[in-house]
């Protein structure tokens, strides 16, 4: 069955519009291409996914590395907010952008629910 990308699309539009300080949200896949994105104005989706796929792929080798297992999500947090990729099966992931302002534990629960949704619309 193919992916969906409508659907995905879909899912990260209603994900950013209805999570509290959610700025933007986008599904990649390991090797950094785009499935679906609703990112604020002026970012590349190209852009985002292959630095997203090499963080990624960094935070890989650091678990292997450090001995800490299989990454289940990394965390990047500026001056201006987080930035968590969080993994959605062996095929994609997905990548949420959040202000300085939110609720991590709130935010965290928000994307174990947003990861549920985006699951079945990748098979």
Avoid: W
């Avoid at 190209?46 to 997203?52: D, G, L």
């Avoid at 990729?85 to 302002?101: M, N, Y």
């Avoid at 939110?102 to 619309?121: D, F, H, N, S």
Wanted: aromatic share 4%; glycine share 10%.
């Amino acid at each position: 069955m193919a992916i969906n990308s409508q659907k995905l699309g879909n899912i990260l539009q209603n994900f950013v519009s209805q999570t509290s300080d959610v700025q933007g949200a986008a599904m990649v896949t390991p090797d950094g291409l785009p499935l679906a994105s609703s990112l604020p104005g002026g970012m590349d989706d190209e852009r985002v996914s292959a630095m997203s796929a090499a963080m990624l792929s960094l935070g890989e080798r650091i678990g292997k590395e450090l001995v800490r297992g299989d990454i289940d999500r990394i965390y990047v947090e500026g001056d201006e907010g987080f930035s968590i990729l969080t993994s959605c099966g062996e095929d994609a992931v997905f990548l949420v952008l959040a202000s300085k302002a939110a609720k991590q534990g709130v935010l965290m629960l928000e994307i174990k629910r947003a990861v549920a949704e985006l699951k079945p619309a990748l098979s």
